[in-house]
């Protein structure tokens, strides 16, 4: 993870300090201070930081290696003062998962609050110190400047005639003057860790990551007219909070968000005159980076106006509905639905968005428990707000950048091994040694020609990176047509890699770097170095569009919000592991000697790159495949096509496969022996995919094919129904009964079929053995999709919202929303057959051991209740 700091850390400063690459300085944060006295003696130093919109600052009790920098206060030591305490922090504040660092973290945005009390023996000295940050938007992160201060106390401001108020002041900016009434607030409310009890369920306040409570992005207002003639035109406006979007009503995907629409209850007395339109101040087109697909969405706000015809003059009432679904960056709510009607005879419009701060006023008095309708059901909320959860440590992998570097090292180094790169060696390390007048002249120009191969490789992936920049190549790794290109681009490398034809770059470049080279000196080297990049494409091209594709697709920082860092690392160690053996032999000429020659096996070595190239190909095609939902290479045919690539190569290595610049292999050293043994064992290894979990009753997919082979769900034989083919209900009076007749604890869990972190958690989470195990032997799973569009048997009105729910995942949003408060996903309750909440439910939460911990604090509370008779076991009575 480090690197991956490290680049983050040279993007910034890039970003603030090099005129030439960014023509304004960026300075998103802004820190002023305030001294107020208490006392006599007591005083409060109040830094507030004011922070650009977009932009994070860190808390300072991060102590995660590889997170962010905390944020630092430090006060020299000194006499005539004492410090009180540590320093508190405060402000707008954020507590949960980071996209960008990958772990739960407390950040602020907008504005930050850090409060230092200290005791003064006498108001005339100084305290002298410094503070430092971290500040990161969604792309980047700037470099942490120290910034030295010194406060006097001679002008501190009186706290009583400002009205001066900690908890007040981590809410928001003190007016000018006057006192403020405080009575009943406490830090913690400050600090937005505690909150009212609604339904038994604590508002949000940072218990588990990703636990917002009920959230309402986007607000609704209409407008009828009439526009003689039958005709009735409406207009709908949504209004829709920062950092929150809808999505446009022209999406043609299955498999991304739900797009807006206005429905009309259908009926032979109106027909549509004027279709959807659909307009707004700030849309957006491009990659979605929490989809990761190409979508329109709207952001700020939204208008819709569609026009009817009534047909008859005492017609019915016409009815119909707005659906939408709301995402920000992290999260996206379930498909809400906000009514309307017309009655033509009377010329009355009714919208039920209207009633939707009567219905949340009801909510938070606790009246209601869903009584009427079907989703009521009487949980007991005593134990919902305990937990036993610890604070395990979440240790975190090294960043996939070291393997990035490492992939690429390789890479260069079998690029050293193909005929167009080995012969280069001795020759180009001899003239060296033989031209120059001394031994040190010899190896100074030998190691400047491997850095100038160093230099011309990494320029050349800034070059293809910065032209088609970060979100154009991470649209590749998910659009099905950009993955297509790719399988058959890989095609083509493989084919060529065989032999068929060679990859070569216009003759002209070349001829122009050699008389570049002929001049001599420094410049002389460099453009030999770059003659040696053009010679050898034919074998190092594939090599290298490989790592540029595969590491340009995979996310990660950027410089200038625009080029990502992945391809630089990745052709650094490319050509880092092209350059060693130039600067190495030049130091030491004796090991020329013991360099095997040029031969046969070199060719061997680019016809084992082009089995390589086929198996990408097959990856790229297999994500197309995915996205577009064809199951045209479904996992089985895919392991099957892997493990044909390893028979092939095993095939060639004994000779019985040939290539167009293969000779007869007229005996099996212990080299080929060794090598088809290895491929024979790498298709015995990929056939373990085949196995069958007993327990999920799908294919256990090997670890070392993880991520790249298809979810094993992705199947003909074995297509899951259930997350991970675990045993689960989706009614929750269903599940309740077979809980309660088995003697079961049960996991309800509110997901979705679009939910992105709900699939996270249920592939890095609940795929661990002994997690797995719990939850499907231990417990009844019952999951609830709030975005089911089956439509209900009945539809009713909800006692929450007013309005009507008419499909199955609206029911179960309406559920969650009486009961737990909470309208996002995924949301884990665990609870006894009778309704007894067992602990504190939890959302997002990526951490394996405290997930582990949350099932287990369930479990044992059961146990417990069990044993003392506060659960009725069945057949007891």
Same mark, same amino acid.
């Given at each position: 993870?480090?690197?991956?700091?490290?680049?983050?850390?040279?993007?910034?400063?890039?970003?603030?300090?090099?005129?030439?690459?960014?023509?304004?300085?960026?300075?998103?944060?802004?820190?002023?201070?305030?001294?107020?006295?208490?006392?006599?003696?007591?005083?409060?130093?109040?830094?507030?930081?004011?922070?650009?919109?977009?932009?994070?600052?860190?808390?300072?009790?991060?102590?995660?290696?590889?997170?962010?920098?905390?944020?630092?206060?430090?006060?020299?030591?000194?006499?005539?003062?004492?410090?009180?305490?540590?320093?508190?922090?405060?402000?707008?504040?954020?507590?949960?998962?980071?996209?960008?660092?990958?772990?739960?973290?407390?950040?602020?945005?907008?504005?930050?609050?850090?409060?230092?009390?200290?005791?003064?023996?006498?108001?005339?000295?100084?305290?002298?110190?410094?503070?430092?940050?971290?500040?990161?938007?969604?792309?980047?992160?700037?470099?942490?400047?120290?910034?030295?201060?010194?406060?006097?106390?001679?002008?501190?401001?009186?706290?009583?005639?400002?009205?001066?108020?900690?908890?007040?002041?981590?809410?928001?900016?003190?007016?000018?003057?006057?006192?403020?009434?405080?009575?009943?607030?406490?830090?913690?409310?400050?600090?937005?860790?505690?909150?009212?009890?609604?339904?038994?369920?604590?508002?949000?306040?940072?218990?588990?990551?990703?636990?917002?409570?009920?959230?309402?992005?986007?607000?609704?207002?209409?407008?009828?007219?009439?526009?003689?003639?039958?005709?009735?035109?409406?207009?709908?406006?949504?209004?829709?909070?920062?950092?929150?979007?809808?999505?446009?009503?022209?999406?043609?995907?299955?498999?991304?968000?739900?797009?807006?629409?206005?429905?009309?209850?259908?009926?032979?007395?109106?027909?549509?005159?004027?279709?959807?339109?659909?307009?707004?101040?700030?849309?957006?087109?491009?990659?979605?980076?929490?989809?990761?697909?190409?979508?329109?969405?709207?952001?700020?706000?939204?208008?819709?106006?569609?026009?009817?015809?009534?047909?008859?003059?005492?017609?019915?009432?016409?009815?119909?509905?707005?659906?939408?679904?709301?995402?920000?960056?992290?999260?996206?709510?379930?498909?809400?639905?906000?009514?309307?009607?017309?009655?033509?005879?009377?010329?009355?419009?009714?919208?039920?968005?209207?009633?939707?701060?009567?219905?949340?006023?009801?909510?938070?008095?606790?009246?209601?428990?869903?009584?009427?309708?079907?989703?009521?059901?009487?949980?007991?909320?005593?134990?919902?707000?305990?937990?036993?959860?610890?604070?395990?440590?979440?240790?975190?992998? /090294? $960043?996939?950048?070291?393997?990035?570097?490492? @992939?690429?090292?390789? +890479? =260069? *180094? &079998?690029? %050293?091994?193909?005929?167009?790169?080995?012969?280069?060696?001795?020759?180009?390390?001899?003239?060296?040694?033989?031209?120059?007048?001394?031994?040190?002249?010899?190896?100074?120009?030998?190691?400047?020609?491997?850095?100038?191969?160093?230099?011309?490789?990494?320029?050349?992936?800034?070059?293809?990176?910065?032209?088609?920049?970060?979100?154009?190549?991470?649209?590749?790794?998910?659009?099905?047509?950009?993955?297509?290109?790719?399988?058959?681009?890989?095609?083509?490398?493989?084919?060529?890699?065989?032999?068929?034809?060679?990859?070569?770059?216009? /003759? $002209?470049?070349?001829?122009?770097?050699?008389? @570049?080279?002929?001049? +001599? =000196? *420094? &410049?002389? %080297?460099?453009?030999?170095?770059?003659?040696?990049?053009?010679?050898?494409?034919?074998?190092?091209?594939?090599?290298?569009?490989?790592?540029?594709?595969?590491?340009?697709?995979?996310?990660?920082?950027?410089?200038?919000?625009?080029?990502?860092?992945?391809?630089?690392?990745?052709?650094?160690?490319?050509?880092?592991?092209?350059?060693?053996?130039?600067?190495?032999?030049?130091?030491?000429?004796?090991?020329?000697?013991?360099?095997?020659?040029?031969?046969?096996?070199?060719?061997?070595?680019?016809?084992?790159?082009?089995?390589?190239?086929?198996?990408?190909?097959?990856?790229?095609?297999?994500?197309?495949?995915?996205?577009? +939902?064809?199951? &045209?290479?479904?996992?089985?045919?895919?392991?099957?096509?892997?493990?044909?690539?390893?028979?092939?190569?095993?095939?060639?290595?004994?000779?019985?496969?040939?290539?167009?610049?293969?000779?007869?292999?007229?005996?099996?050293?212990?080299?080929?022996?060794?090598?088809?043994?290895?491929?024979?064992?790498?298709?015995?290894?990929?056939?373990?995919?085949?196995?069958?979990?007993?327990?999920?009753?799908?294919?256990?997919?090997?670890?070392?094919?993880?991520?790249?082979?298809?979810?094993?769900?992705?199947?003909?034989?074995?297509?899951?129904?259930?997350?991970?083919?675990?045993?689960?209900?989706?009614?929750?009076?269903?599940?309740?009964?077979?809980?309660?007749?088995?003697?079961?604890?049960?996991?309800?869990?509110?997901?979705?079929?679009?939910?992105?972190?709900?699939?996270?958690?249920?592939?890095?989470?609940?795929?661990?053995?002994?997690?797995?195990?719990?939850?499907?032997?231990?417990?009844?799973?019952?999951?609830?999709?709030?975005?089911?569009?089956?439509?209900?048997?009945?539809?009713?009105?909800?006692?929450?919202?007013?309005?009507?729910?008419?499909?199955?995942?609206?029911?179960?949003?309406?559920?969650?929303?009486?009961?737990?408060?909470?309208?996002?996903?995924?949301?884990?309750?665990?609870?006894?057959?009778?309704?007894?909440?067992?602990?504190?439910?939890?959302?997002?939460?990526?951490?394996?051991?405290?997930?582990?911990?949350?099932?287990?604090?369930?479990?044992?509370?059961?146990?417990?209740?069990?044993?003392?008779?506060?659960?009725?076991?069945?057949?007891?009575?």
């Amino acid at each position: 993870m480090r690197v991956f700091y490290l680049f983050t850390i040279i993007a910034g400063f890039l970003l603030s300090s090099t005129h030439f690459l960014n023509a304004q300085m960026l300075d998103p944060v802004d820190v002023s201070y305030e001294v107020y006295q208490l006392d006599e003696e007591t005083f409060d130093i109040v830094f507030t930081a004011t922070i650009d919109k977009g932009w994070y600052m860190y808390s300072q009790h991060i102590d995660d290696p590889d997170g962010p920098l905390p944020t630092i206060f430090f006060f020299e030591e000194g006499v005539g003062f004492e410090l009180i305490n540590g320093t508190e922090e405060g402000g707008k504040s954020e507590i949960g998962y980071d996209q960008f660092f990958e772990m739960d973290l407390l950040k602020f945005k907008e504005r930050a609050v850090f409060i230092q009390r200290v005791r003064v023996a006498e108001p005339g000295i100084e305290i002298t110190g410094y503070y430092e940050y971290m500040v990161c938007d969604d792309t980047r992160c700037l470099p942490p400047m120290p910034e030295d201060f010194s406060i006097g106390f001679a002008n501190a401001k009186d706290a009583e005639v400002m009205g001066y108020s900690r908890e007040l002041l981590f809410e928001g900016p003190l007016p000018a003057t006057g006192s403020i009434e405080t009575e009943g607030k406490s830090d913690q409310d400050a600090l937005g860790s505690g909150g009212l009890v609604m339904g038994g369920i604590s508002t949000p306040g940072g218990d588990t990551p990703g636990d917002v409570g009920l959230v309402d992005p986007v607000k609704w207002t209409a407008e009828m007219t009439y526009e003689g003639d039958g005709i009735y035109s409406f207009v709908f406006d949504a209004v829709i909070d920062d950092g929150w979007a809808i999505y446009s009503h022209q999406l043609d995907r299955d498999d991304g968000p739900r797009e807006t629409s206005v429905e009309f209850d259908p009926g032979p007395h109106f027909e549509i005159y004027r279709p959807l339109q659909e307009s707004g101040s700030n849309i957006f087109k491009g990659f979605d980076q929490f989809f990761e697909m190409d979508l329109t969405k709207l952001e700020d706000d939204a208008r819709y106006t569609i026009s009817i015809k009534v047909l008859e003059d005492d017609a019915a009432e016409i009815t119909g509905y707005i659906e939408y679904m709301a995402c920000d960056p992290t999260m996206c709510l379930p498909p809400e639905f906000v009514d309307f009607s017309l009655n033509p005879v009377t010329g009355e419009f009714f919208f039920s968005a209207t009633d939707k701060e009567e219905a949340t006023a009801r909510l938070d008095a606790g009246q209601t428990r869903g009584e009427g309708t079907p989703v009521y059901f009487e949980f007991n909320y005593e134990h919902a707000n305990t937990d036993c959860i610890g604070t395990s440590v979440r240790e975190e992998d /090294s $960043s996939n950048f070291w393997w990035v570097l490492i @992939a690429g090292f390789i +890479g =260069g *180094l &079998i690029a %050293i091994l193909t005929p167009c790169v080995f012969p280069m060696i001795p020759l180009t390390v001899s003239f060296f040694t033989k031209s120059s007048t001394t031994k040190a002249a010899g190896l100074r120009n030998a190691i400047w020609y491997g850095v100038s191969i160093i230099v011309i490789y990494v320029l050349l992936g800034l070059a293809i990176t910065g032209l088609f920049g970060a979100e154009a190549l991470n649209l590749l790794s998910t659009n099905a047509w950009f993955n297509i290109f790719f399988a058959v681009l890989f095609v083509v490398f493989a084919i060529s890699f065989f032999g068929y034809f060679e990859l070569t770059l216009p /003759s $002209s470049w070349v001829n122009k770097t050699d008389q @570049a080279a002929d001049k +001599g =000196g *420094l &410049i002389g %080297i460099f453009f030999m170095a770059f003659t040696l990049s053009l010679v050898s494409f034919s074998c190092t091209g594939p090599i290298i569009g490989t790592l540029l594709v595969e590491t340009a697709t995979g996310g990660g920082p950027t410089i200038l919000g625009r080029i990502p860092v992945g391809p630089l690392i990745g052709m650094f160690g490319f050509s880092l592991a092209l350059a060693l053996p130039f600067g190495l032999f030049a130091a030491f000429p004796g090991w020329l000697n013991s360099m095997p020659k040029s031969g046969g096996w070199m060719n061997s070595v680019k016809v084992s790159l082009g089995f390589v190239e086929i198996a990408l190909a097959l990856k790229f095609l297999s994500i197309a495949d995915l996205t577009m +939902g064809w199951k &045209i290479l479904p996992y089985e045919l895919f392991l099957l096509l892997w493990i044909a690539c390893a028979v092939g190569l095993a095939l060639y290595f004994m000779g019985y496969i040939r290539f167009p610049h293969d000779g007869p292999v007229k005996k099996l050293g212990p080299t080929r022996i060794s090598l088809s043994a290895a491929m024979v064992l790498l298709a015995v290894y990929i056939s373990l995919g085949f196995r069958v979990s007993d327990q999920s009753q799908s294919f256990v997919t090997p670890n070392l094919l993880s991520g790249l082979a298809p979810p094993a769900g992705h199947s003909f034989i074995f297509p899951n129904t259930c997350p991970l083919g675990l045993n689960c209900f989706k009614d929750f009076q269903e599940g309740m009964a077979y809980a309660k007749r088995n003697d079961k604890p049960v996991l309800i869990d509110f997901t979705g079929h679009g939910c992105v972190n709900c699939r996270r958690m249920e592939d890095q989470v609940w795929k661990d053995d002994g997690i797995f195990n719990m939850i499907n032997n231990d417990f009844v799973l019952i999951s609830l999709y709030v975005d089911d569009r089956q439509p209900l048997e009945e539809t009713y009105i909800s006692s929450f919202s007013n309005r009507e729910m008419r499909f199955i995942g609206m029911k179960w949003a309406d559920f969650q929303a009486i009961h737990f408060n909470r309208n996002s996903q995924p949301y884990y309750v665990l609870a006894t057959p009778e309704g007894d909440i067992l602990n504190r439910p939890v959302a997002y939460l990526p951490d394996r051991e405290l997930y582990r911990e949350f099932l287990e604090c369930g479990l044992a509370r059961f146990n417990e209740f069990r044993q003392t008779g506060q659960i009725t076991v069945p057949g007891s009575q």
